[in-house]
């Protein structure tokens, strides 16, 4: 048996007709960047995800560059993030002139919120945690550091569509967050998208000014902004999407459950483990091994395909790295060699998960037997 990592033919096999007649459509219009589907599309984007306003952007990269540009973060200051994550979350602080000062990750793989505050000094103006692989961080006590602290507060969602806090959803607890449609992600364009969303008015202004060389109306800038917009066929494939998101969303818990069910039978390895409060879209399954490596490869002889995310933390990568940052972020460190990203995806189906655990436990020495059919 085929197992890949991720399936993007089946989304388009099951919305072919929609997608192929919304893309000739912008064709025929020749509504290639901005117009009336990506004002749609912010629209429906902002409602589903809780927030007043959706802005959207290029990328995911250029989502997080310009929120953090328009809330003024520049040369002197520092922003305190995660350890593990995408490059995007720090090399886009680095990008407006800031420091990006990293913090270690909890045992749910996201900010240690109890590192946070020792990391705060006269230069810190935010902090950007990331909801990493699809896992809401500890929110309630990052927006209290902030408010307590007078710092901003602006949220990576790249990998949490529609993910919660206590019921709250992700990027609505600071003045903004980013989101990213590159085509794996949880909604994913046919090429780069990202948006980002927030409840502030002013700020959202700002924004949708900077995106677009500093300007609301031709010819007027405000000021000097990017080259940033959302094209008319990422739009016109985003809105075909969207009605489906959740029900996806919804599969993809469904096969975090079962593998959570079939794999806490083999005391080798440690499922995703879930904070109280948090919501989990899934849009990984990150699972921890010690004989990892070896896992890997015997999974991929036996057709299965797996991901590492991210094979080095943030603070070990050479633009970072300072001599002792492996006793500074001792579990980001760990995790790098431990962690295995296994098969996730909505179409996924239940025989392939089956097969995964199967694959897993005999590499384990665990006798599947017939405990690992679920009825
Ligand atoms: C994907 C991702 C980004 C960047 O998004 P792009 O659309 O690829 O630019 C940023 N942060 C995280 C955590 C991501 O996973």
């Not at 589907?37 to 290029?58: D, L, P, T, W, Y």
């Not at 449609?181 to 090429?191: D, I, V």
């Not at 700020?203 to 000097?224: Q, V």
């Not at 879930?274 to 879209?281: C, L, P, T």
């Amino acid at each position: 048996m085929q197992v890949p990592f991720v399936d993007l033919r089946a989304q388009y096999a099951q919305l072919k007709a929609q997608i192929d007649t919304a893309i000739h459509e912008v064709i025929d219009e020749c509504a290639f960047v901005g117009g009336r589907r990506v004002s749609e599309f912010e629209r429906a984007f902002a409602e589903i995800s809780g927030a007043k306003h959706c802005v959207a952007v290029a990328n995911g990269t250029d989502a997080i560059y310009i929120s953090l540009k328009m809330l003024g973060i520049g040369v002197g200051d520092e922003v305190i993030t995660t350890a593990s994550s995408w490059i995007s979350t720090s090399e886009t602080i680095t990008q407006t002139g800031a420091v990006p000062v990293f913090v270690d990750v909890d045992k749910y793989f996201n900010i240690d919120v109890t590192a946070i505050r020792s990391k705060i000094n006269d230069r810190t103006k935010a902090i950007l945690p990331v909801h990493l692989y699809g896992q809401a961080a500890q929110m309630v006590e990052i927006a209290k550091i902030c408010s307590d602290t007078g710092l901003l507060l602006l949220e990576d969602c790249a990998q949490a569509h529609l993910s919660t806090f206590d019921g709250q959803p992700v990027g609505t607890f600071g003045a903004a967050g980013t989101f990213s449609f590159y085509p794996g992600k949880n909604l994913g364009a046919y090429g780069d998208a990202g948006a980002i969303i927030t409840n502030d008015d002013e700020l959202a202004d700002k924004l949708r000014m900077f995106a677009n060389h500093g300007s609301l109306k031709k010819h007027e800038h405000y000021l000097e902004g990017m080259n940033s917009r959302l094209d008319g066929i990422q739009a016109a494939v985003l809105l075909a999407k969207l009605p489906w998101l959740q029900e996806w969303t919804a599969k993809r818990q469904q096969n975090a459950r079962r593998y959570d069910e079939l794999l806490k039978e083999i005391p080798a390895l440690t499922v995703p483990q879930i904070r109280q409060g948090s919501g989990h879209v899934y849009h990984l399954y990150v699972i921890r091994i010690g004989k990892r490596d070896g896992l890997r490869e015997y999974l991929s002889s036996n057709g299965i395909q797996t991901g590492i995310h991210y094979p080095r933390a943030l603070p070990a990568l050479p633009p970072y790295a300072r001599t002792g940052f492996e006793r500074e972020y001792p579990n980001a460190i760990r995790y790098q060699h431990e962690i295995l990203s296994l098969p996730m995806f909505p179409e996924l189906t239940h025989e392939a998960i089956d097969y995964v655990v199967t694959c897993i436990a005999e590499y384990c020495g665990v006798d599947t037997g017939n405990t690992y059919v679920i009825a």
